[in-house]
């Protein structure tokens, strides 16, 4: 809004949010076709962005497909949708949230880049959820008659985000609830919440379609940015668990994200979007 732009943002349930934000708000079950229809084309929108999850209040599950499952669905079900009304309401963009980091292949150099190869044998219980993600990327940029971004979002952090001081994660690091575990060298990317939004006004204003990944310049392992975490937070050292508890207690994508994920670069974005991250977790995990 503050660029000029009318937004018309969908809800479930916060509409006096999205009006304190200057947007007009509308209230549409993501998963009825027709509803989204509606909706979109009564919107006339130039650019349609799809930001929708369903993950508040997701914490250290057993499965992760289970866990996701809603989102997937959203992912698969919620694009198709959403693709569909903007080519009937004549949209000429679309900005679609992706992730950077673990879908990438385990293997190779620690931080990839978008032409690096997502998983091709990804964890037992992380393949629907990978697989929603291949369906929404492939379905974005194969739109006909449109432009389409895909923005491979690091981890979040900052206000409002599960790692914030109030944040369901940063909670769990503060109770050691939230260990290391097995050897902790799998590579994370985060980016700052302002940053990502950033980002995704540059892909609704400008640059070449394609993905990005929106990530800040401090791809690190577990073992450097959870004690970091901690310290933030105010919390105690994490605990470290042996490999196989973690896969036992967490199951087997919990311990490949401890062990074997890849951090991503923000190279591309910098040199096709026109962007940068202005914040670093080692500087601001829960900072204003």
């Known amino acids: 809004m503050e ?20 947007a007009e708000p509308v209230v549409v079950d993501h998963l009825d076709a027709a509803a989204v229809r509606d909706v979109v084309v009564r919107a006339e929108p130039d650019v349609v962005v ?11 599950g057993r499965n992760f497909d289970k866990a996701f499952a809603l989102t997937n669905r959203l992912r698969v079900e919620g694009t198709d949708h959403l693709i569909a009304a903007a080519r009937v309401a004549g949209a000429r963009r679309l900005v679609w949230q992706s992730y950077a980091g673990w879908p990438y292949a385990r293997e190779g150099s620690a931080v990839k880049s978008e032409d690096d190869p997502l998983d091709r044998q ?9 697989a929603a993600i ?3 990327e ?4 194969g739109a006909p008659d449109m432009e389409g971004f895909v923005l491979r979002y690091g981890g979040f952090y900052g206000p409002g985000t599960s790692i914030d001081k109030g944040g369901e994660h940063a909670e769990l690091v503060r109770k ?3 260990p290391i575990g097995g ?5 994370w990317s985060f980016v700052h919440i302002v940053d990502a939004a950033n980002a995704t006004v540059a892909a609704i204003e400008g640059g070449r379609p394609g993905i990005y990944n929106i990530v800040d310049d401090d791809p690190a392992p577990v073992t450097e940015w959870l004690p970091e975490l901690a310290r933030q937070v105010g919390g105690p050292e994490p605990r470290r668990l042996p490999a196989w508890l973690v896969r036992l207690a967490a199951g087997p994508q919990s311990l490949s994200m401890m062990t ?29």
Not at 3 to 22: I, K
Not at 138 to 141: G, H, I, Q, T
């Open 183 to 187: 050897d902790g060298t799998g590579v």
């Open 134 to 136: 291949r369906h929404l």
């Open 138 to 141: 492939a379905a974005v940029l």
């Open 122 to 130: 990804p964890p037992a219980d992380a393949r629907e959820t990978l």
């Open 3 to 22: 660029r000029g732009h009318h937004v018309t943002g969908s809800t479930r349930s916060r509409v006096d949010e999205l009006r304190a934000l200057g």
């Open 50 to 60: 799809h930001q929708l999850t369903a993950l508040a209040g997701l914490g250290l």
């Open 176 to 178: 050691r609830k939230f």
């Open 260 to 288: 074997r994920v890849r951090g991503a670069t923000n190279a591309k974005a910098a040199r096709d979007l026109g962007w940068r991250p202005d914040h670093s977790w080692r500087e601001s995990f829960v900072a204003a």
